[in-house]
């Protein structure tokens, strides 16, 4: 229950911050759930991805289309953009996850630009460069969540459940599963694991939280454009999974909230600011390889 | 119980297994003993369905196993420990033997999820009862890969008991333990085969081999030269000259 | 088809195949992927503006003084960064990232505007074949990569540092038994992958304006050919390279620039489900 606290806290912090604060917050809880799922495949499956940032364009855009194009109550369109993600996600990302850690890198760079090039140049359906505009407010059984600090709350609460939900997951026979075939395929294999099965699982996963965080994002701005959602943002994710720590979903909740709200605290490196950034990573990797939480907690445990 | 005929098997030209044919009875203990490279380790990964033999058939307990997916060959009761102990290395000992435990345990994945425990008791009090038998229970939530070498191979050993095994393979199970460790793995070794549990071992120490076996096969590159009880095959001129000839490892 | 697409097809790919190379260097030597690779090209790119600029040096010296600069920076980050990072792949990936935006902004802070780069291999064009033009700067880009292609293989197989290299790419542990100074090949590799990377960045400078953000789509053209011909094999990289460019090229004539990278990416795909070990890749053998 310890763990429910930091959410309490950040959902007190409409009472003293203001709206831009507020955006940034909502920004860092969005990813939050992203960066969550991709930790399925980067601490538990011993797969990186960087194709993350592209399934969550598919859920931003299947939400933004549906309930613009479609006039869906936005709650409905949530399924749909957790389903379009996954669908995505696991027929093309699937056939190379079986492969090493390195044709998979390969393929999801491959999944990434295809995604951003189909959402850019498939116009009839997306709109292409111009985007989908004036996406109505999120709202629950009609109830709009249209004002800064409304929108925020059901963020936090979305990152909230998706938190708590991850936890289950990995404490699941399926995360036990996971974990041993990161550490070693063939004894697990030998150990009785259907060894595709959970890596296919593991993809599937990641992908539907992806595209519920595109969900959230849709409604974010109230406007999607495909450059929302390149390699950039697929390496931003990436780096939000690896740098707080290991397998610890604890980690990378801490690493969103660092690096997603770096380009707040980093602007008095003005144009340097992205260097410094870059430079953050970097020594973290060098220093404290198993990231900034277990190099905490080893830390205290010296003294 | 096993049958092997004629298994074989090459690599870039080189044959690791050229027509190896062996049977194990149920509940025998079966000695695989051959000088290094002889491909004692290379047959067990053919058995447990890693490699794939370029010809030849594996049949277990009357069913064509030859080449089946490593998983479909552990559920049919045949598993199997690793000389060079591929745990898993970040799991705890306890999830170490829980991995092949959850196998057979009620429940899902979603009744995982929705907080359902009964399928996760029973499989950790599987887990925990082989780690027991192995006297690892003391060390059930300490890292795996902090073990001491000698623990490793008990942990090996209770991760494949998880899984059932009517037939149990064991490579080079007292590698690298001191005298004591080796016969407390001997002693482990007997436990496991009166239970009624078929073992095929490989195995460097002659005494371990000797004294848990009911009949040898001895393999030189890829071949099985000779086979029979340990007084028999000790006495064969062929098996002096191959392998007792050579210096033994340890 | 117009015979102008394959030149510039060629051209490109030339292009992948040296920044390619950079990535196949450092895998073999550390089984690792170095993704700062398209930021090295793309700072060889901007250092030879800044010698240009600066000393108004011309084509030849240029080539000569910008790979050992950068064989130099090479060198001393794998002595003071890279070696720091061999702790796991995950961990190498991410400080390479960190390393490329560090690279990429603090290059965007000098240059923040797209600027010309000097025509140094001059602006004429070649008529070899009657009725195909064939731009100076294309005819440069591909002589020197042959050049290199043929310097690297003699490197490899008939120099002792080059043959100290190979061994430690096939197994780093026995060569280090057998006395080869493993650290002092990884550095040399370095070296070596970013020099030809920043070499492959001046070629391609005078074809377009040049901009700190090139580097990323480069990279990963390069990373894919990489892949596509073999990551393990030089010959199998430079390949994968030239094929890339010619199926882009022809792909953008025949269907449209909007989908050419479709067509690259898709084919990848493809190809790493098919044969992923690459054109010319090796198979390694699962070790049990």
């Keep these: 229950m310890i763990r429910l606290l930091p959410f309490v806290v950040a959902a007190l912090l409409p009472l003293v911050a203001n709206d831009y604060l507020l955006e940034i917050g909502s920004f860092v809880a969005i990813q939050s759930i992203s960066v969550i799922g991709l930790g399925y495949l980067t601490g538990f499956a011993g797969r990186i991805s960087l194709a993350q940032g592209g399934l969550y364009g598919i859920g931003a855009y299947t939400a933004a289309l549906l309930v613009t194009g479609a006039h869906c109550p936005p709650l409905l369109a949530l399924p749909a953009a957790i389903l379009a993600a996954v669908l995505v996600g696991t027929l093309l990302g699937s056939p190379a996850i079986r492969l090493s850690g390195l044709y998979f890198v390969m393929s999801t760079i491959g999944l990434q630009q295809i995604i951003w090039i189909v959402l850019m140049h498939w116009s009839s359906l997306t709109n292409g460069p111009m985007g989908v505009r004036e996406i109505p407010p ?164 010296r003294r | 119980m096993l049958a092997v005929s004629d298994i074989r098997l090459s690599f ?78 970040s799991l705890t000992v306890l999830e170490n033997v829980l991995v092949p435990a959850m196998r057979t345990q009620p429940g899902s994945f979603l009744s995982d999820i929705a907080g359902s425990r009964s399928g996760r008791d029973a ?3 599987k887990a925990r009862e082989a780690l027991a038998f192995v006297g690892l229970d003391d060390l059930a939530d300490t890292e795996a890969a902090s073990l001491a070498y000698g623990q490793q191979n008990r942990l090996e050993l209770a991760r494949a008991l998880a899984c059932d095994p009517a037939l149990l393979l064991l490579d080079e199970p007292a590698a690298g333990l001191s005298p004591s460790e080796r016969s407390d793995m001997r002693g482990l070794i007997e436990r496991i ?52 000839g050579t210096p033994i490892d340890d | 088809m117009p015979p102008q697409i394959l030149i510039g097809g060629l051209g490109t790919g030339c292009i992948y195949a040296l920044v390619g190379l950079g990535f196949t260097l450092v895998y073999r030597g550390i089984r690792m992927v170095n993704f700062a690779q398209g930021q090295v090209f793309m700072a060889g790119t901007f250092l030879g503006l800044f010698l240009v600029q600066t000393l108004g040096l011309s084509a030849i010296p240029l080539l000569i003084a910008v790979p050992v600069i950068s064989f130099a920076a090479g060198w001393l980050l794998e002595r003071i960064v890279f070696r720091r990072l061999f702790h796991s792949h995950e961990v190498f990936v991410v400080g390479a990232i960190g390393l490329g935006v560090m690279i990429e902004n603090g290059i965007r802070a000098a240059f923040p505007e797209p600027l010309p780069f000097p025509k140094i ?101 390069a990373f894919s050919a990489a892949v596509l011909g073999g990551i393990n094999s030089v010959v199998g990289t430079i390949l994968g390279g030239v094929l890339l460019g010619l199926v882009e090229a022809i792909a953008a004539f025949y269907l449209s620039t909007d989908y050419k990278d479709l067509f690259a990416f898709a084919i990848l795909m493809l190809m790493l489900v098919v044969r992923p070990q690459g054109l010319l890749g090796r198979v390694v053998p699962v070790k049990v």
């Design chain 3, 121 to 221: 291999f001059g602006t004429g064009v070649y008529r070899f074949i009657p009725g195909v033009l064939f731009q100076k700067t294309y005819l440069w880009i591909v002589v020197i990569t042959i050049l290199l292609v043929i310097l690297l293989h003699v490197l490899f197989t008939h120099t002792r540092r080059g043959r100290a290299l190979r061994a430690v790419a096939s197994d780093a542990e026995i060569a280090g038994t057998m006395g080869v100074s493993v650290s002092g090949a990884i550095g040399f590799t370095f070296g070596l992958s970013f020099a030809v990377a920043a070499i492959a960045g001046i070629l391609i400078g005078p074809l377009y304006f040049v901009s700190p953000d090139m580097g990323e789509m480069v990279g990963l053209k």
């Design chain 1, 138 to 301: 999120l709202s629950v059984a009609g109830f709009a969540l249209a004002s800064p600090e409304r929108f925020y709350w059901a963020c936090v609460v979305f990152a909230a459940g998706s938190f708590f939900l991850a936890r289950r997951v990995v404490a699941s026979r399926f995360g036990l599963f996971l974990r041993a075939v990161s550490d070693d395929e063939l004894s697990a294999a030998t150990s009785g694991v259907r060894v595709v099965r959970t890596k296919v699982l593991a993809l599937a996963l990641s992908s539907a939280w992806a595209g519920a965080a595109g969900f959230l994002h849709a409604f974010f701005l109230r406007f999607v454009h495909p450059d929302m959602f390149t390699l950039d943002l697929s390496v931003v994710q990436l780096t939000m999974a690896m740098f707080g720590g290991y397998r610890s979903l604890d980690g990378m909740m801490i690493a969103t909230l660092i690096l997603g709200s770096a380009s707040e605290y980093l602007r008095p490196f003005g144009q340097f600011r992205l260097v410094v950034y870059g430079g953050i990573l970097l020594l973290t990797m060098m220093l404290a390889p198993r990231g900034i939480l277990p190099a905490l907690a080893g830390l205290r445990r």
């Design chain 2, 193 to 244: 085969r009166d239970r009624g549990v078929a073992i095929a071992l490989v195995e460097h120490d002659m005494r371990v081999v000797m004294q848990l076996s009911s009949r040898l096969v001895v393999l030189d590159h890829g071949v099985v030269i000779a086979g029979g009880t340990p007084a028999e095959v000790t006495e064969n001129p062929e098996v002096v000259a191959a392998y007792f």
């Design chain 2, 12 to 89: 870039r030209g080189v044959r690791a297994l050229d027509g190896v044919s062996l049977t194990i009875g149920a509940g025998e203990t079966l000695g695989i003993i051959g000088p290094n490279g002889s491909g004692k380790s290379t047959l067990f990964n053919v058995i447990s369905g890693i490699y794939r033999p370029d010809s030849g058939s594996v049949a277990f307990q009357g069913r064509t196993i030859t080449g089946a997916d490593p998983r479909a060959i552990v559920a049919a009761g045949l598993a199997r420990t690793y000389q060079n102990k591929r745990l898993f290395g």
């Design chain 2, 123 to 125: 499989g950790e009090a």
